[in-house]
């Protein structure tokens, strides 16, 4: 594998870090930006799902936009609406500017998440296809490391001695600094050259041909673009695909297999954890300092997990990878779930005494009173608080309050992201860019992601909800019972890919 191929597969997939970026950033943003604009819990996941709301309609159209016009020209404008939207998050002046600019984001990730694995496994050879397409996903949670990071050095110098950081103004910092890597991907997606196997569709062979001997050398290069000409020959390409033509029946058994594997990817609260992960640890009671640390282990683990998922893919194959990763997912929630239900809440004068705030004199009645579950004790703060003072405070509350084996939590969320890391988060995209014809590929992959992120977004919409009125323990326990039943679908249903060209999975899954 050379390294000219790494570096395009890296470049390409730099739309991934970003959105990881944006993923892990938000996290710490609406630690002050939700105070900030007073927001209900609904506003507060509006601002954190109306990317992905936004991405539904970019993974929709990308792929089949990407047939028409080529990869690289959406990349290009992928790259340059993430900046916009960085640009325009810092200096949002309202909970409407803030929304809609992250939606512009949005239509950038929703494109980027689409195009970078199909481009990718369009330029690689079956041998190495597994591991380059899954540089996406590293690329991902290197953007959420980078991003706990960012909050948590944000977080460490917003202190009161500081003449540049406040309250104020340190989430604007945080969301600005999406700017930086936004001009990078788009400079660098200049030297990158356009997908080979698109080239062939639109007829263009020669081109195809010099770039596939220039990335594999002449041997492999010309039996590349030999069995591309004999698919695109077989498969009569130059005919326009619909959306009605993924129902025929040669297509429905891996049509079935994407849409299980999208939807139980995002269903089972992945991005609730990653966009909430500064609250969820708040649960806990370790406090918002620590809350801010524990998300740089989060994205730590996260990478290293990403780096035995690529080294394990194309050895070991997609399928074991997702059922022992699924597996471990529904251990590690119900984990979380047990540890969060064994949970009480008690404020005593001594603890109330320390609050650095103007009203916390005011939760005096509370005093050695015991709440046996998160819900009812949050409720009492906020109706004595108020909704805003409450919100700017929970850290400090919850961290008094909470008696709980908060190490049992830490463990359960450390190993749902682990096993998320190896199986569901880079092998569905490995798995969608295999699976489909190249004269469906773009549709096929559009659509799935288009559910994937209808999904991800009611999730990250209803999970301050869910927190504030299910309550921790039944939040948990929903994601982990999800990913039980998920396990024995997949089991039952998921095919093996590992080691076939794009052409030999064609014949086997589709044509037989």
Known sequence: MSKKLIFIAFVVSLGGFLFGFDAGIISGVMSYAGPEFNLSEGQVG?????????????????????????????????????????????????????????????????????????????????????????????????????AFLSNYFFNKYNTPDSSFLNDDNVWRWMLGVELFPAVLYFLALFFVPRSPRWLCLKNKFEEAKKILNDLHGKEKGESEI??????LHTEKNTEKVAIKDLLKRSLRYILVVGLIVGILQQITGINAVYFYATSIFKQTGIGT???????????????????????????????PLLLVGTAGIALSLLLCAYGFKQATYTLTSEKIATFQFADAKKLQPYVNQLFENDVDFKNSMK???????????????????TSMNATLVLIGILGFIACFAFSLGPVMWVLLSELYPIKYRGLAIGVIAFVNSFISSVVQLIFPWELSNLGNAMSFFIFGAIAFVGFFILLKILPETKGKSLEQIENEFVRN
């Open 289 to 319: 300092d620590a809350s801010f640390s524990s998300g740089v282990l989060l994205s730590t683990v996260t990478v290293i997990f990403t780096f035995v998922a690529m080294y394990l893919i194309d050895r070991t194959g997609r399928r």
């Open 226 to 231: 030999e069995a591309i000409e004999k698919n």
């Open 46 to 146: 509006w601002v954190v799902s109306s990317p992905s709301f936004a991405a539904m309609l970019a993974m929709l159209f990308s792929g089949r936009l990407s047939d028409m016009i080529g990869r690289k020209k959406i990349l290009l404008v992928v790259a340059f609406l993430y900046a916009v939207s960085a640009l325009f998050s810092a200096y949002a002046t309202s909970y409407e500017m803030l929304y809609i600019a992250r939606m512009v984001g949005g239509l950038a990730f929703g494109a980027a998440l689409v195009l970078a694995p199909m481009y990718i496994a369009e330029v690689s050879t079956a041998e190495n296809r597994g591991k380059l397409v899954a540089i996406q996903q590293l690329n991902i949670v290197l953007g959420f490391f980078v």
């Open 383 to 401: 109706q004595v608080l108020g909704n805003q003072v409450y919100s700017k405070n929970d850290g400090a509350i919850l961290e008094a309050a």
